[in-house]
């Protein structure tokens, strides 16, 4: 069965959503389950690389309030693209192309805000990983205004393989911290660009500010030691549109 909350429950309904043209985000499994049908479904879903995730029997009950059979689904209002093509595409169009990393972004709404700042500034593609992020949802959509259908959006498996995909195009990496002295207004962002925003708890993981060229934080002049990531986001963002219209 699906729900207005963009969710599909149950082995046939998740099974069948497979083989069609539905786009599934990302499917929950029940902690525990015994079952040789959704063990088959899970191969053929890691096979599609859709992210599955082991969840308690209470977490899909949350999700759906109905009989779940042991699995959920969520759906996507958007297909996914190629990070390749994306990068070499951009590349090949663009002299200073610009990227937009997303590492672990968790609220929806942060995730929206930042998806309508990306599609206002030119960004060319945003660049999020499977596994805990803030889902691709209806409340996506109306968060960012619509912006989500117009910006390519890529799901990968690893932020650090992106880096490491970025350098190698060529590509200066800027990650968006506080634990730097270095502000964003000292860097030259007229550059083939990808910069890296951090979850709203953590900031941009350890393992990823080991990885990039260069690190920027934003002057915070009152009281308060951090900025929501959405309007971080859109402080750097504006920046860089800034320097590139000079």
Do not use: W
């Amino acid at each position: 069965m699906q729900n207005k909350t963009n969710t599909i429950f149950g082995i046939y309904p998740v099974k069948e959503a497979l083989t069609s043209k539905v786009i599934l985000d990302k499917v929950f499994i029940q902690k525990g389950i015994d079952s040789d049908k959704i063990e088959t479904l899970i191969k053929d879903l890691e096979k599609a690389n859709i992210p599955v995730t082991i969840v308690p029997f209470e977490k899909l009950n949350r999700l759906t309030r109905g009989n779940h059979q042991g699995i959920v689904a969520t759906t996507s209002p958007v297909a996914f693209h190629s990070l390749e093509d994306v990068v070499e595409n951009a590349l090949a169009q663009k002299k200073a192309p610009l990227f937009l990393i997303l590492d672990q972004i968790t609220d929806v709404r942060n995730f929206g805000a930042i998806l309508r700042t990306a599609e206002c500034t030119g960004v060319d593609a945003v660049i999020i990983q499977k596994s805990g992020g803030a889902p691709v949802s209806g409340d996506t959509v109306k968060t960012s205004a619509g912006a989500i259908f117009k910006i390519p959006i890529c799901k990968v498996e690893h932020i650090k393989d992106v880096i490491f995909y970025m350098q190698g195009s060529g590509i200066t990496t800027v990650a968006a911290t506080e634990k730097t002295h270095t502000e964003i207004y000292a860097l030259d962002l007229t550059v083939p660009l990808a910069i890296i925003l951090g979850s709203e708890e953590k900031g941009v993981s350890k393992s990823v500010l080991s990885l990039v060229d260069q690190k920027a934080s934003l002057p915070l002049l009152g009281e308060i030691n951090s900025l929501n990531v959405s309007v971080a986001c859109g402080a750097f963002l504006y920046e860089v549109t800034r320097q590139r219209r000079i």
